[in-house]
């Protein structure tokens, strides 16, 4: 379930799904200021599908990047340590190398 947490302007936090509280989401793919500026002009209210399909595809790249990693790491880690560095202790393989 998509859960609501508002963040009021107190710093305090709430679990809310009344009427009052109000979330959008800015949606952008660049970092820019126009592309930004555009978002904040264009909020829109949160979709649910959208939201459970970045968890899922964030569960996957986690589970393939540390089974690959494990994979190429047994596999080919010596290689690479005769090819590139001696020093070599881990191949990592991910969209995203850092959490």
């Not at 709430?14 to 989401?25: E, G, K, L, P, Y």
Request: hydrophobic share 35%; with cysteine.
């Amino acid at each position: 379930a998509v859960t609501r947490r508002a963040i009021h302007s107190n710093g305090s936090t709430s679990n809310d799904d009344s009427a009052s509280t109000r979330i959008h989401r800015a949606k952008f793919s660049a970092i820019t200021s126009k592309a930004i500026q555009d978002a904040f002009a264009s909020l829109e209210e949160p979709d649910p599908d959208l939201s459970r399909s970045v968890d899922a595809r964030q569960e996957l790249d986690l589970r393939i990047g540390v089974a690959l990693t494990r994979l190429l790491t047994w596999r080919c880690v010596n290689i690479a340590r005769k090819r590139f560095s001696a020093s070599t202790r881990m191949i990592s393989y991910g969209p995203c190398q850092t959490p």
